[in-house]
T-cell receptor
Framework: GAVVSQHPSRVICKSGTSVKIECRSL??????MFWYRQFPKQSLMLMAT?????????EQGVEKDKFLINHASLTLSTLTVTSAHPEDSSFYIC????????????FGPGTRLTVL | GQNIDQPTEMTATEGAIVQINCTYQ??????LFWYQQHAGEAPTFLSY??LDGLEEKGRFSSFLSRSKGYSYLLLKELQMKDSASYLC??????????WGAGTKLIIKP
């Protein structure tokens, strides 16, 4: 199946700093990429959908100025958590669509963010 | 509104069979997906149904009835490594995935 990488896998940062997470589709061109957040023992929560070369579409309640998304190419999307606070600590997962037979999403391995 | 329902938790015995149900109400339908997610890891794709009927893939099968808004994932010959959460997701009219909360499956020896 299609492979999606995500970097870093874990990050610990101080409150007030910014953190950038990269998501790459390694063997296919992703027409659309998605960013999810998952708190412990809860389901995936879609944060935003991004299409290459256009602005991301954010879900209700997600602050676009706090969670900056850039989808500059068909294989790379980045999520920057600006001025992170402890409540932003979560498991952030990206997924990409475009490499499968069923239009399915392929997920990156996730990034565990801990804000002290 | 859009809604996906699946049981929160199920327990089964190693070697047995388990069926995880999913019912949905969405604005439009462009297919139903099942994903497996182990604790602390990202989801992995298991199956896709867009037409009514049963899709079999090894020990896993997925069934869909569009008229009933219903699907199930059937796992046979359960192994300890099958302990995970199983997520049901429906692609709506905009091909946006609507996710269920997931079913945590516990396998006992």
């Amino acid at each position: 199946g299609a492979v999606v990488s995500q970097h870093p896998s874990r990050v610990i940062c101080k409150s007030g700093t910014s953190v950038k997470i990269e998501c790459r589709s390694l063997d296919f061109q992703a027409t659309t990429m998605f960013w999810y957040r998952q708190f412990p023992k809860q389901s995936l929560m879609l944060m935003a959908t991004s299409n290459e070369g256009s602005k991301a579409t954010y879900e209700q309640g997600v602050e676009k100025d706090k969670f900056l998304i850039n989808h500059a190419s068909l294989t790379l999307s980045t999520l920057t958590v600006t001025s992170a606070h402890p409540e932003d600590s979560s498991f952030y997962i990206c997924s990409a669509r475009g490499g499968g037979d069923y239009n399915e999403q392929f997920f990156g391995p996730g990034t565990r963010l801990t804000v002290l | 509104g859009q809604n996906i329902d699946q049981p929160t938790e199920m327990t089964a015995t190693e070697g047995a069979i388990v069926q995880i149900n999913c019912t949905y109400q969405t604005s439009g339908f462009n297919g139903l997906f099942w994903y497996q997610q182990h604790a602390g890891e990202a989801p992995t794709f298991l199956s896709y149904n867009v037409l009514d009927g049963l899709e079999e893939k090894g020990r896993f099968s997925s069934f869909l009835s569009r008229s009933k808004g219903y699907s199930y994932l059937l796992l046979k010959e359960l192994q300890m490594k099958d302990s995970a959460s199983y997520l049901c997701a429906v692609a709506d009219s905009n091909y946006q995935l609507i996710w269920g909360a997931g079913t945590k499956l516990i396998i006992k020896p």
